[in-house]
């Protein structure tokens, strides 16, 4: 039988890692843009993430609420930091994580699939928001689920 489209799950689990995790620690290649935000105002939702503009002409945009604060970024990277794994199970958390910026690098996929299946639904207990501990837990298990 001819497969004209085969999606590889483990690279399907590694953008939305990477997509996920640069729109909450706001890093990377994030999809809450300027452009992202414009298409809200034109489709009147979410009044208050529309941009501001400024007087210069430029635009800023508002903090949203799934943004983390400061604080809740550094507790999840000192978390991944502090995490120990067995050899060959991934690699290891501690080299992926820069406290410099606060983010993730160099994540290959299996290391994405390791972090959303397993280590993500852990360290995001410290989040405020209890809907967004809800909807990034249950789309970590539907990742679980599936592979």
């Not at 397993?118 to 809907?131: D, G, M």
Request: aromatic share 8%.
């Amino acid at each position: 039988m001819e497969v004209p489209h085969a999606i590889d799950a483990m690279h399907v689990q590694k953008n939305v890692f990477e997509s996920l995790m640069a729109t909450l620690m706001e890093t990377g290649k994030s999809k809450d843009g300027l452009r992202s935000r414009k298409d809200m105002v034109q489709l009147n939702v979410m009044r208050e993430l529309w941009p501001v503009q400024q007087d210069n002409g430029k635009y800023s945009l508002p903090a949203a609420s799934f943004n983390l604060t400061l604080e809740e970024r550094r507790a999840i990277c000192n978390f991944l930091r502090g995490v120990r794994v067995p050899t060959g199970f991934s690699a290891n958390p501690k080299k992926l994580v820069s406290m410099k910026d606060l983010s993730l690098t160099y994540c290959k996929a299996h290391d994405c699939h390791v972090m959303l299946t397993v280590f993500l639904p852990i360290a995001i207990r410290a989040i405020k928001p209890e809907f967004l501990k809800m909807a990034i837990t249950r789309m970590c298990y539907f990742f679980s689920k599936i592979s």
